[in-house]
Nanobody, 122 residues
Framework: QAQLHESGGGVVQAGGSLRLSCTAS????????MGWFRQAPGKDRELVAA????????HYADFVKGRFTIATDNAKNTVDLQMNSLQPDDSALYYC???????????????RGQGTPVTVSS
């Protein structure tokens, strides 16, 4: 059964940092790409970052470039998102997902987790 479980969300002041971690089952982690999405209340889902299997390719949304870093650990079946210089607009439910590279770039996926909330206070 494909499962993904996120952790690391919380409340942080503007300018602060958080590190989100996602542990995936073998089935979920075996997809060609992993990604982090976010969705704020009343807003559409956004792809934050994606990484291809093996880490050969990464993709970042323009609004996080230079601030967020995505990385995988194949030995642990994890994908982490290091978030620096957080701003109130970054507040959202963040969740990890897996699928094909084109799927993720089109904001679709095969599997997703329940998410972890991030709140950035001003």
């Amino acid at each position: 059964q494909a499962q993904l479980h996120e952790s690391g969300g919380g409340v942080v002041q503007a300018g602060g940092s958080l590190r989100l971690s996602c542990t995936a089952s073998e089935q979920a982690f075996s997809r060609p790409a992993m990604g982090w999405f976010r969705q704020a209340p009343g807003k559409d889902r956004e792809l934050v970052a994606a990484i291809a299997s093996g880490g050969a390719n990464t993709h970042y949304a323009d609004f996080v470039k230079g601030r967020f870093t995505i990385a995988t650990d194949n030995a642990k079946n994890t994908v982490d998102l290091q978030m620096n210089s957080l701003q109130p607009d970054d507040s959202a439910l963040y969740y990890c997902a897996s699928g094909t590279w084109p799927q993720l770039l089109l904001r679709a996926y095969n599997y997703r987790g329940q998410g972890t909330p991030v709140t950035v206070s001003s």
